[in-house]
């Protein structure tokens, strides 16, 4: 059979029950899902905010003339767009496709806004992608999105002055901290924590091996205080009070300052982070360096991600086979990807077609290191369990109240965390689910 | 005794002015000086003087990136604030005429409506509306930013002020007499005698809707039809992937100021005869 | 009353014939909305489904409880303690300080009237977003020529510190809107005929005389409408601590409700909450507007004078 599509506000689940709710949704509100018929022209509407990105699009166009790509580059402000395709979705005018980052996969299927592309046979199209990254849009039997890119981790550091004041790169967390002592001797500081971040907060989190987010049946678990995650916040919430690291936000005004005076010396970044340090401070050109996360245990291999995003179809979306095939070609075609590359988004999602050359654009300023292998390598051992709640928005924000507000009058770090444990609980009660504190049971 | 005051008092004065003068444009002379900077120099070099100027490269640049998006911008913020104060400024000129200079029951009850309008936050309205107008097609159009722009209650209280103090019966009457229509009165008559009213509505209004960030960032999704300003925010929100953007905002920040200072350059000699004139002439 | 004459009836015609335009675009951009946000702040939505994903999601009455739910976030209160204690000190200063320019630049000579007129009025013409982009490069330390001034005078500031961001922002708020009251004020000025003055001059009264007991008295309806406006624009503050946030690590995500609001709708995708918030906010904005117009004694149709 044909699958057929639901309503605005009808099921994205198994097939069966989005034929039924098809019938039922199809009133006024509902809208019809079709298959493109041979010759016929359509138009989809596609929202982004990836930079370049019209340079692939306009490729497909030309040699897509049935299927016309109408793109619509939207301001990625304070998750403003996301905003605004929740709102789309509740006025029913949401765009064919969109880009949306992991974190926000859930709080989109809460809104039933994104097409189950298993019915359309999205699940043939594994291979091409990193594994993780797939497994991110994976919500039951079913995958929701089609990975864009990603952000592996790794700490990117200012080798100049570490030879000079005899640090050695830092392997282990231990390591980290005990570099941090001697980088401070010398007036400097390893990095700042930055309240705000809750991005890279849970990344690190993410690395020790928390697990914030997961189902038992029908319930939603959360599990923000988890052993490995109080365990991370421990770590930092020591080097605050030691006045080992600053508290300044990281990748605002200040910071960049600091970046280019060698007053930071390290940052723990992603993939993505060449360019913004490229840009902001061109005349430390050749003074850095890229090095693996340091471990919790020496010798492990364990891995984190900060950023990255999928294309997803959403239910408005009329011919989502169409729409699938657009969000396939554009993040694993090598012309598609290359032309990606260029524009300077993330790390590639796809596995192939393209070469580690192509994400090296900027060998000089790290004194001509292969750096790019520092984050494939990192992508590779990334924990494919993690997965992300349908409020991952509203938890950052809570994070980052919580750490401004422990920074500012001294209290542990590990307070932070069971108290936005307590508060996202509750605003996963508010927005109607079942929620229960602890691991999931399919935890492993 | 001349009518000049004594010097000491207009030194003193001179002097107070200065000050306050400095007070208000200093950030505007840190915005020219840094948009002769690239990125690295914004974050690396004293704010207050120049370091390796090259404004016409750099404002070249800005105007150039992402295929001339910013030209577009412009023009988009030109286009709302322009006819959205064109149009807000005769709509409020026609109901403040008609709150002025016509009895009729429910007057005051209108009015307080209006005025009550003033009070209600942009957020309160902004999503309910996007959610209404996301219903009849106009979201993510030109109209979005448009109809909302040519309400201003602020506009018709200033209008019935005016009009009530500026617009004297007697001439109405005579026009009635001879037996002109209510539309050709308030087409020749009144919208003459309310000028000066209505140049002051049309540059709070212009500013208004050049200034509003919130209507647009709801409305607007294509950057095609952004606001200058929504615009630079992208930018600068941008920045942290493409540095270069940053140098692009402020560029393009000190690029939008220039507008302005044209519009109250032309618009300076109407400020003499103030929007309050009307009310102490009777 | 007596029944409506010809004249009248012809008249009340006429108004409605002027009014039409205005009133359908205020109904359509005003009214509706606000009715929709009252509509909005009374659901709350269900997710029966397991996970809440693949099943409806149901609207359906929630009562008060939006409300109590924001009146009993604490985040959210304190963002009105917050922006009241703003508002009682901005306020009052802005206002002065645009008093004392209207005033000074009606005594000055003309010749330099109409160069401090534009100088002071130009930040008005600058957009709130841009404008707090520009005053955080002003504050952040480590790059804020400022900051490195004081520095160098031996003046430890921080303008993004927990203690003095409220008045950072209220810095930016006096900078973008005190030359936007001044030319209220002074428009009220030009409005007082000059033989007041010459009578007042006559009778032998200095400058300040004439400024306390005849400029000031006439300036006063000019003043309760700016200050009503400062108090609206106080309530909605948004633009700036929103520009301002990512910068220092003082600023919250409910620093004020305005910004709470946002918030909720457009982080945390709770409209419902949000329409509460906001149904909140106007509310409280009403109140002081016309608690202020009551103090003052005068309802805001006595702003209208000659008649």
Redesign the interface.
Known sequence: MSPRGPGR??????AA?AAGAALAGCGDDGHEVRERRKGEKITLNF?S?V?GIENPVALWNEHHPEVRINL?????????????M???V????A?DLAQIEYSVV??F????ALVDLSAYGGDRYRSRFVGWQWQQSV??RSVYAIPQDSGPMGLFLRQDLFDEWRIRTPRTWAEYADAARAVRKHGAWIETFS??NGNRFAALAWQAGGRWFG?R????TVAIDDAPSLRVADFWSRLVDDELIK???D????W???I??G?IVSWLGAS?GD??L??????TAGKWRAASLPQWKRGENAQANWGGSTTAVFTDCTYPRDALAFAVWLNSAPEAVQLLIKG?YGFPSAVSGYSTADLEGRREFFGGQHYSRIFIEAGKAVDTSWKWG??V??LY?RL??AF??A??DGTAFRSVLRKVQGETIE?LK?????VEAGQSSASG | MSQQPPLRHRIITLSLLSVAAIYFLVPVYWLTVSATKDTGDLFGTFGFWFANPHPVDYLHDVLTYDDGIYVTWMLNSLLYAGVGALAATLLSAAAGYALAKFVFRGREAIFNVILAGVLIPGTALALPLYLLFSEVGLANTYWAVLVPSVVSPFGVYLCRIYASAAVPDSLLEAARIDGAGETRIFGTVVLRLMSPALVTVFLFQFVHIWNNFFLPLVMLNDSDLYPIQLGLVGWQGYADRAPELYQYTVGGAFMSVIPLMVLMGVLQRYWRTGLAEGSVKT | MKRPTRTEARNARAAFGFLLPFLAVFLLCFIAPIGYAIYQSLLKVERPAPLGIGGPTNEVWAGLSNYSHALEDERFINGFGRVLLFGIVQVPVMLVFATALALLLDAASARWVGFFRTAFFLPYGIPGVIASILWGFLYVPGISPLVEIADSAGWQVDFLGRDAVLWSIANIVTWQFTGYNMLVLIAQLKAIPGDLYEAARIDGASAWQIVRHVKLPLIKPALVLTTVFSIIGTLQLFAEPMVLRPLGTSIDSGYTPNLHAYNEAFTSNNQHIAAAEAVLLALVACVLSFGFLKLVGRGPRDGRDGK
């Open positions: 506000r009808a099921v994205v689940g198994a029950a929202w905010w930079p619509e580059k939207v301001s990625a402000v304070g998750g403003a767009q996301y905003a605004k929740h709102a789309a509740k006025a029913g005018d765009p859930p709080s299927l809460l809104d039933n919500y039951g309240a705000t189902t049946g029908d319930t939603w508290t300044i936000p990748r605002q005004n200040a960049y300052k600091d280019q005076t007053d993505w360019a913004l490229t840009g902001n401070a061109p005349d300077g349908p409020t928005d509203t924000q980052g109240d401004l507000e920074i500012g605003d508010d927005k109607g689910l079942k």
